[in-house]
């Protein structure tokens, strides 16, 4: 495993679905910003399960135990480390699924890779629970980078197919608070529609996967360290971390290889007496560093492997085709819970980044 | 900058575009590895300029010079280390770039971020030639990777819109001998719409962008570490780092993200005693480590910034809108010079990641 | 701070003297490495205080929770993470150091680096305390390296200026049961005379450091990685982060730097058709790769900085000068706990090494 | 190999003592630092052989070709590479030394890493050639320390047991210009004595060793990264990579660990409205993070391994004891051309330090 991220801050993320806990340390964050606990956790509760019909009826507290590196609420310079208790396990869910790795997991690579010792457990390290203490350290991130002027907030433009209206947010301009504060669309009749998919999906034994846009406002320009340190190099390394996660792009991305370049440029304008430019399918970086206009990247998630359809998976002990059925809790759309997922992907891509310009 | 990649080897890239050198260092490669220069030579010449009429005129000799870490053919243990001299640079070609940026390059976030103590001639560091000690490093790696059974073939799958037909090669059991050794394209009158398109854009003073798949076969299943190390990660990291790329799925990637579960997991199959999936629409990466199936990804390279039509820019001393005409010599689609390069960056995060299987 | 550690093996030591709880992360370990608490908690406790009259009365139990990693007693290849809750902590007895620092502490370099967010508490995570997690992962290395034959032993050769009889092991074939299990020298007698010293030290409220030496056995010929991840470098990171080393020397070192170089050469020999040195001034380490020989190094343990006597300190409020008396629980003399610790981190250094000849 | 250091600032060094060039790259240097080329060629100049009866009558110019990140002057944010062509080169001198390893040097353990694939003309990388661009390096990071008020200066203070008197300089306000530009002591007559022991091992086909003062001043307080960043750490394993060097201590060091608590402890004084410490026995260093006191550190160089006595050895082929004679051409002592790269070493170690503080 490497399930350590950064250059500057040193994020080292722990532990299995159905452990002792799972966790997180984060080194290297300057003395003397400040931490609100509460704010953490009603970001740390938009990813937690159990809130709606679209997420696992599994019951987990996330909330996180700091063990370290927090003084009377400010950081005191010393690695800061935090821990959530794993309940409600059941590890007798997924006996069998050693022998039978399920379709679209890490059952099989893990059983190959780590020969047979790997955590098989609701998918051990593997599992999507891996992603709360990844909101422990991208929430602290995000109030550090609040601070600074910077805003992170990610929305889901599609899901199964069905796309919100307007597709995404103005990026050069764009109005965060548009965003639903609970199913996070643009349109709340897109995400009516959104949901009786995933409903569907359930009813079905099925899953959806979707498409999340991420925005982050008031970086300045000059951040990101090309070529290899470049803000999408950073920001893609860790979003493809995150369990799931198949696509990314940039702006205009996948679209913008289609057009021609006289359309593609964004031309330069100046306004207030700075420097942007007049549209931004750049999506705020251009070689890799920040431009000053929003950061847009958009994530493609693919729909939950776990289902309770049966599947066609093997016995790896017999080396025979065996039919497989799913039992136990999961999303049939992880997509919502992968919303604040992305957001603090990218706020720990960013905040590391930036912390190089101090 | 940050122009250092890797875990187990170290790649250094420098130089700028029109400065004395560039080059690469490679550090932490095994000793005893077998280094064969003419096969590298026609690796390299695929990426140079000036063979065909989509590519610029400047004639560059992308002939290396190796200066360390090579003995009597064999990798020595040492780091290796090789340049390519700048020939028949024109500096002059560029210095109103400084107080007017070119739209869609790193003129601008190059100039807030180094103070304009930047290279500007040619996007010095930023220039796409610096792709070229990126193909030395990536050429080397395929030669060791095809000594273990791995090989990597890139190959253009969409120039302008005007798609290959078909669109991709059979991701379960790819022929890569089919790519045209020429344009690499599967379908040569496709390739040449493409080239239509290319000539169009020319005439027009205007540039077009494309998308490019990659495959790689023969990667034992076990490879990759996630959380953050995994396989797409690694490869992220690297692949934006080459300029120009702007969106990177894997396997069926955004399209697969309004698929149902049922429909995009790969069902395990078993074939002649292995382990493998019926289709691979994961592109050969479960988790984040491989599953043993070819490793499929697709690379969205924007149109070329550089177009000779005038453009809208500013000036940064006088704060003003300035209409800007790029002189100078530059690709109306760099798409298929971009094709080894990917080649290159994947067989560079590939061997990284296999270093630690050894 | 900076506390992460390794190359292929990433450790991460979090936790301040009076927080909640200390701990440690180790990524990058194989699958299947088995565990034995048993063992390690033998290992922990040579560490632990209280145990003697050289070492501060304040009992901890230096008994780690492990959180992840480790599933039936192996390895699982998931990042392993431990704590240790504090108990019996004290934050009132450090109220004053924050204004004025204690003479060979870190309190005014954290005072400044830190502005004020520091923990003073105990030292926070300057604590010696922070060798107990450093232990954890050390312990479970050593363990990992007695699986492959390699044996790690440190021993005291001078504590106050008085040596151990002889001053040292065997060079070439050292027994490294002749270390007394108790206090851990050679020469109980001498030991006695080392303990005297301890005691006059701690009836003047003073204190003594020493010197300790480290052997490690069974290590094959070629690890290390130079230029700088030699074996010299990587040993020299990581004891320099333990609390109050202030010298490192390799083999004959220091003694080396004034013989011949006839003298300090070690002839090579032939012994049992293994090439072998004479005698092996170079402590094992040759071009900071090792030779098959023991592994040798000795560190110098300065004074423990806490002492009761009068100490002249400042006010750092008033920048004025100001008599300390510091009170609460301190070692006369930390070199017999240092040993361990000692061992531990060579232990990392060595498997983090070794980890790279997989 | 592992021949790249640092943690902003990324050093690598490559090249082999008989290949075509030795050189370095040196990334993440901020943009806009002056380069002074004279200057550093005068620092160079220092380091090179054929100068005096002590060193080696090769002659080498050591004058390197800067290929990149320097222009009109000024770094220019992209990474900087310079190259050193080697001339004169003699590979046939060390033909038989692949089977007949040097005792102190790397031939064997080298032969047994990389199986006989290694550069043995010379020693390949293991060289102390590899020390020029090391050089490089740190004469360009001096430069810059400069510029901050930093200044770094190494002397010998012992050389085949003859010690400088002083023997070393004033901890706590040292005169660096006390050092002799031409041998560098403070003490000629002590200098004389010293260069006669060198031509009295010379005169016996032998070589002595000796001991290295290195003294920075000019550090703010607040520098380093500890646990394992700590100022100890970061120049321990950047001098450690010094071939030659096998011992390392900071301020009082080895002698500190003989002394009482009370006696090595340095009280606190107020001098000038700055805290400062009365005297100063840890070198400037508190829990890993410099006081603002200079930052002191001793170095122990080994003698010279190649000796032109005849020497035993062995035949690695036949398994069998050999007598080895050198030939070739080497220094009896090579402390002199050392202090240049200590001097270099502290420099990048302190710069690269630094850079956090930004």
């Not at 790997?118 to 929430?139: E, K, M, V, Y």
């Not at 109030?143 to 002027?149: C, D, F, M, S």
């Not at 860790?238 to 057009?259: E, R």
């Not at 776990?306 to 049939?332: A, C, F, M, N, W």
């Amino acid at each position: 495993m490497s399930s350590t991220y950064g250059e500057n801050l040193k994020l080292s993320v722990f532990g299995q679905s159905h452990g002792a806990a799972i966790g997180m340390t984060l080194d290297g964050i300057p003395a003397g910003l400040p931490v609100n606990i509460d704010t953490l956790q009603i970001f740390l509760n938009r990813r937690a399960p159990g809130q709606a019909d679209f997420s696992t009826p599994r019951k987990e507290e996330d909330q996180p135990e700091f063990l370290s590196g927090i003084v009377n609420g400010f950081t005191c310079g010393a690695p800061i480390a935090a821990i959530i208790r794993n309940h409600n396990t059941r590890p007798g869910d997924y006996d069998n699924l050693r022998d039978c790795p399920r379709p679209g997991h890490a059952d099989y690579t893990a059983q190959v890779k780590y020969g047979g010792y790997q955590d098989a457990a609701g998918g051990g390290h593997f599992s999507g629970r891996l992603t709360a203490p990844l909101c422990i350290a991208g929430g602290l991130c995000k109030q550090w980078l609040a601070e600074k002027g910077v805003r992170i907030a990610a929305h889901i433009t599609n899901i199964a197919g069905i796309s919100d209206t307007p597709p995404s947010l103005d990026w050069t301009n764009p109005n965060l608070d548009l965003i639903d504060s609970g199913f996070p669309v643009l349109n709340r009749e897109a995400g009516e529609k959104m949901r009786e998919e995933i409903a569907k999906a359930k009813a079905d034994g099925d899953s959806v996967g979707g498409l999340i846009e991420c925005i982050a406002t008031g970086i300045p320009a000059g951040v990101g360290d090309p070529m290899f340190g470049g803000m999408e190099s950073r920001i893609a390394q860790i979003v493809y971390g995150i369990p799931a996660v198949k696509g990314l792009d940039f702006g205009i991305g996948f679209t913008g290889s289609s057009l021609r370049g006289s359309q593609n440029n964004d031309p330069f304008i100046v306004d207030h007496n700075t420097v942007r430019t007049e549209k931004n399918f750049s999506g705020g970086i251009l070689g890799g560093i920040t431009n000053g206009m929003p950061l847009v990247f958009t994530v493609a998630v693919k729909p939950t492997p776990s289902i309770s359809k049966p599947q066609q998976s093997v016995s790896l002990s017999r080396l025979k085709v065996q039919t497989l059925e799913i039992k136990g809790r999961h999303d049939p759309c992880i997509v919502p819970r992968a919303v604040p997922v992305i957001e603090a992907a990218a706020a720990i891509a960013i905040f590391d980044a930036m912390l190089t310009q101090y």
